[in-house]
C-alpha cells in the first residue's frame, strides 16, 4: 500500500500542473510503472485536450512493457466519449494488467462506469489510494457535480481596524489597504477561476474590470448584482469585452452576445439563486470580491468554500465594516503577505 501511496502522490503532483487549464474538467495526473520503475507520465491538458491517461501511455517508448505495467491515476478513468474517447477503452487495448485509482470520478456519466468497465476486461482495479487527497486536488469538480453549485471561494481585503472601505471617497475607484504584490495575486486567481462576483455597490464605487491585466491568463466570467438595472452604462463590467453576467430583478432588460441578464427573485435567498444560474451556464468556481453585503450574505448563507482575506497594517478609523464569519469550526492556514485562509468545515 505505501508504494501505491507513493505513486498516488505523483499522480497528485502531475495534476496540479494542468489544474487551471483543464477547468471545467478535473485536472488528472497519471503514471505507468514497469518493475518499479516509472516508464511513462501524463496529466489533463487544457480543456478539450487529451486527458492524463493518454498522455501517459503516449510517453511509453516500448508497447511490450503495457503487459506487466501498472497504471496509476488519481481519478477513475473516464468511460464515454466527450470531447475525447474513453480513457477505459485506451487503458484496455493497451494490456495493461493492473489500474490502481485514488478516487472515483463524482460525474454521473462516469461514476463507477470506468472501473467497472476495466473490472468486465479482466483488470485488476484498486480504489481509494490517498482518497481525501484526490478528492481535495480537484475539490471545485466534486463540489461542481455532488452539489450542483460552483466551489464558491469569498475574497477581501480588511484594515487593522476592521474595515474593508472607507466611511467617504473622492473619487469611483478602489482604495487599496494591500500593496501591489497582492493585487498582482487577486489577478493570478482570477485567471485560475471561472467566475468573480461583486454587488451593484462595489460597481458603483470601485468601477471595477474583473479582468487579469496583471496576470497571463484568461479572464473570468464576470457577474455582478444590479437588481432594478440602473448600473451606468458606461460601467466597465458592461463594456461587452469579456462575458457578463448580471443577476436582476428586471425582466425588461434585454441580453447581448457578452452580456447576459438573469432574472431572480430578491425576495428569496440571493445566493443559492446565484449558485442555480451559474451552475446553469456550466461555471464551476466562483470567488465573491464584495461588497460587504454580498460577502454577508453568502457567509450567513453557508454558500462557501473558502475565505481569502488580506490583513493590512493600515487604518481606516471608520468605514464599512468587515464581513462577521465564524473561526472555530474553519481550518485556518496564515500565509506570507498577511494571508488568512480559511477552509469551510
Known sequence: METHKAYILRCLELAQMGTFAALPNPSVGAVIVYKNRIIGEGYTQAYGGAHAEVGA???????????DSTLYVSLEPCSHYGKTPPCA????????PRVVIGTIDPFAQVCGRGIAKLKAAGIEVITGVLEAECRHSNRRFFVFHQKKRPYIILKWAESVDGFIAPAQREQTQPVWLTHAYSRQLVHKWRSE???FLVGAQTVIDDNPSLTTRDWYGKD????YIDRDGSIPATSTVKDGTVKTICITANSNLVSSENHHYEVVNFAQSLPEQICCVLYRHQLCSLVVEGGAQTLQSFIDAELWDEARVFKSELPLKQGTPKPTIRY???????LLDNQLWLIHP
Do not use: C, Y
Open 57 to 67: 501511455i503516449g510517453s511509453v517508448k516500448n508497447p511490450e512493457w503495457f503487459k
Open 89 to 96: 477503452d485506451l487503458i484496455i487495448q493497451m494490456q495493461i
Open 220 to 223: 473570468p466570467v464576470r457577474i
Open 193 to 195: 477561476e471561472t467566475a
Open 328 to 334: 472555530d469550526n474553519a481550518t485556518v492556514t496564515t
